[in-house]
């Protein structure tokens, strides 16, 4: 069976609190490992492809707008990585939307847009919030 992950990630911000504008599926963790910070799931999100405008009124909403870097991604795996769609904030500046499915780029993508969050290839591709169960799921 294939593992998704669709949300957010987000380095360094230990602000965040859940609030009311919180989607009603959303699944919300401290991360530890290999960074501190928050990950927002937002499960509803899974295999759509919003728009640049959509994620940054997005990321408002949930407050993570503020922070310098974060991370918008919808992660897709059944024994090596099918497919990366991507969209964040690296130093403050946009990047992307990154839509990659191809097998012989999608790991080399997926590693890049987790660089923007400060994750090393080895952390990235060995991501502990991206093993089954960090999630409840």
Known sequence: MAYRFTGFLVPLLSTFEKSAELPADAIVRAIHVPFSGTGIALPSLGGKHPSAQELLALAEQLGIAVADSWLYIDYVTWGGIDAVYAFGSFQGQPFGPIDDSNL????????????????????????????????GD
Do not use: H
């Open 104 to 135: 012989e780029t999608v790991e080399m993508t997926y590693v890049e847009v987790m660089s923007c969050i400060g994750i090393s290839k080895a952390d990235a591709l060995d991501f502990q919030p991206f093993n089954r169960g960090f999630w």
